[in-house]
T-cell receptor, first 114, second 109 residues
Framework: DTAVSQTPKYLVTQMGNDKSIKCEQNLGHDTMYWYKQDSKKFLKIMFSYNNKELIINETVPNRFSPKSPDKAHLNLHINSLELGDSAVYFC?????????????FGQGTRLTVV | GQNIDQPTEMTATEGAIVQINCTYQTSGFNGLFWYQQHAGEAPTFLSYNVLDGLEEKGRFSSFLSRSKGYSYLLLKELQMKDSASYLCAVRDSNYQLIWGAGTKLIIKP
């Protein structure tokens, strides 16, 4: 069984379009994350979200918005896509934002904006 | 600012031992993680250190010195499948993971 699954795996779209990436975890974790991994391979946190709190990285443009219909899902919506948005986006989850709790990652979504 | 430094790339021989270093400057410290990431795949958890010392897990060991802001990942009896990127990440005072860029490890026969 896949622990953290995200779809689609690949996404090619034109500038200016709006797109969504879906993420679901079946681990019963209470915190979910979205990361962006750019060409330099840095993993940068975009959002972290649990039942109580959404933490937004202030460097993330407001064209990006997380949507969580329930505890097991955290989708990423992107409006007015730009060339610089091309990257691999990873969804992840962890048990709690406390000690010794590693993050489990989805397979990644490779977004290419043309 | 917060910073995680690791070498960009290392090369080692199958069957040998390699040590990948990580130094960090972060706002607080609540643990250090090592992850493995094969090309085109998701990072997977390898080890966690929160106290000084060595944690051993099979062929992989991880060491932490909080006073020096330093960790290393030691891989023994290298296998071709160990060719991957190894990511160091520190959980800061806000419990956010701060990531290094990763070290690409190339294993040669």
């Amino acid at each position: 069984d896949t622990a953290v699954s995200q779809t689609p795996k690949y996404l090619v779209t034109q500038m200016g379009n709006d797109k969504s990436i879906k993420c679901e975890q079946n681990l019963g974790h209470d915190t979910m994350y979205w990361y962006k991994q750019d060409s330099k391979k840095f993993l940068k946190i975009m959002f972290s979200y649990n039942n109580k709190e959404l933490i937004i990285n202030e460097t993330v443009p407001n064209r990006f918005s997380p949507k969580s219909p329930d505890k097991a899902h955290l989708n990423l919506h992107i409006n007015s896509l730009e060339l610089g948005d091309s990257a691999v986006y990873f969804c992840a989850s962890s048990q709690a934002s406390g000690f010794g709790t590693e993050a489990f990652f989805g397979q990644g979504t490779r977004l290419t904006v043309v | 600012g917060q910073n995680i430094d690791q070498p960009t790339e290392m090369t080692a021989t199958e069957g040998a031992i390699v040590q990948i270093n990580c130094t960090y400057q972060t706002s607080g410290f609540n643990g250090l993680f090592w992850y493995q990431q094969h090309a085109g795949e998701a990072p997977t958890f390898l080890s966690y250190n929160v106290l000084d010392g060595l944690e051993e897990k099979g062929r992989f060991s991880s060491f932490l010195s909080r006073s020096k802001g330093y960790s290393y990942l030691l891989l023994k009896e290298l296998q071709m499948k160990d060719s991957a990127s190894y990511l160091c990440a520190v959980r800061d005072s806000n419990y956010q993971l701060i990531w290094g860029a990763g070290t690409k490890l190339i294993i040669k026969p």
